[in-house]
């Protein structure tokens, strides 16, 4: 697992600055700050609400360099990654499809598109998918989180969760996990504190397949069974908080 996450650190970084265009590049130049002088240089390329806090001067940042050259992805998922360059495409739902047959790979590992044309109407779509295998390549995990919830100056409330995540494509193949139901990848969340809350819990299943939505489950002490929920409600707070 070490050499994995050595192999891989801050891609997300990568990703953002491959999107720049070159006006902002020229613009925003390694060493410059960003900040209430300088926030309108970076309009477009960062969300509006995150972009507001450096024009009223809560944020200010050196612009860094990351040259993509020195990268150096593992082997097997460099070597994986260059194995799949024109063998895969999208279907019209969006869906990894071998070019060819037209049938979903049972398993893909490395970075399905390594070379994507930027003028290709399906570039969007594809370099998600680069992230989410990227990603997955990590393995399954279990995370110990805290969700807190911030004023303007102080702490108002904190919850302790634990959550399981377990994937079943994009991971090496000695950590592959028998698979006849098409998963993608299943995660079940359990808070651990404060006591009102403490076993309620959240189970998901996700597929591979895109015309099968999410299965997803909840279960609350104070009301005992375990309960089905609609996956197409993404708005409802997690625990009564903002995030959804």
Known sequence: MTTRFDGVRAIALVACLATWTAAARAELKPGMVLNQETWQQAEGLLPPEILKHYENGDYANVIADWPLGVYLWPPDFKAASEKN?????????GTIIEKGSNKQPPYVMGF????????DPKAATKILWNYFY?????????AE???????????ERRTDVEADFEYYDGIPPDERLTNSENFSVRM???TLSPADLNGTAALTWRYRDSDKRDSNWAYVPALRPVRAVSPANRSDGFLGSDMS
């Open 112 to 119: 399905p598109f390594p070379i994507i044309d930027p003028a």
């Open 134 to 142: 990227r990603s997955w390549y990590f393995g399954s995990l279990r």
């Open 85 to 93: 360059a024109g063998q895969l495409d999208l279907n019209d739902n």
């Open 145 to 155: 989180s805290q969700l807190n919830w911030v004023a303007a100056k102080n702490l």
């Open 188 to 190: 079940l969340a359990v």
